[in-house]
């Protein structure tokens, strides 16, 4: 006896087919993509890293005014180590600063107002800072933020002030009217 379906039937299988088709197309694409959450960033303006048995730093920045002079180094830094470490921060244009770190401990570099001197170096660029100590050596590329940013104002180096146009620059009145012509 010969199994006939009915033509029906066949409509619902072939329907059942194509939902079944269309479902596997549209979950088979997130089935070799990461996962968002899973991927790990800095989720401040600062950068986050470490050198096994050295140093950690969170949230690592510079907040300075125009191209040239001081900007001050803020974050924080744990030395993971057994044994007292002086980190020393170093420029590419020679500019240096030096934070002690307790064995074990970390420190807060808004507490300080510890300066590194930059020549040539725009806020908004990634400055590579070489962080030394007793034989260890890193490199980080350190985000350079601006007091156009209110947040940032307070942080300033010690004798530092934006001028007006730093403050105005980016905000100035023309730039809140999009699409007119400015």
């Not at 269309?22 to 088979?28: D, E, F, R």
């Not at 096994?52 to 830094?77: C, H, K, Q, T």
């Not at 908004?124 to 100590?133: A, D, Q």
Request: with cysteine; hydrophobic share 35%.
């Amino acid at each position: 006896m010969k199994f006939a379906a009915t033509r029906p039937a066949r409509r619902r299988l072939a329907a059942g087919a194509v939902a079944a088709a269309a479902l596997l197309g549209v979950t088979g694409c997130s089935a070799v993509s990461p996962v968002a959450t899973g991927i790990q960033y800095s989720a401040s303006d600062g950068v986050n890293g470490s050198s096994e048995g050295f140093i950690r730093y969170s949230n690592l920045l510079l907040v300075g005014a125009g191209d040239s002079g001081p900007a001050r180094l803020i974050g924080s830094l744990e030395n993971p180590s057994d044994q007292d470490m002086a980190y020393t921060f170093t420029t590419p244009t020679g500019g240096s600063a030096t934070v002690d770190v307790p064995a074990g401990e970390t420190v807060v570099l808004e507490d300080q107002d510890i300066a590194l001197e930059r020549k040539d170096a725009w806020v908004g660029e990634l400055l590579p800072v070489v962080i030394k100590g007793q034989g260890f050596e890193t490199e980080a590329r350190v985000p350079l933020m601006s007091a156009t940013q209110e947040q940032y104002r307070d942080l300033l180096p010690e004798g530092v002030s934006p001028s007006d146009e730093e403050l105005e620059g980016h905000l100035h009145e023309e730039s809140l009217h999009y699409g007119e012509g400015h």
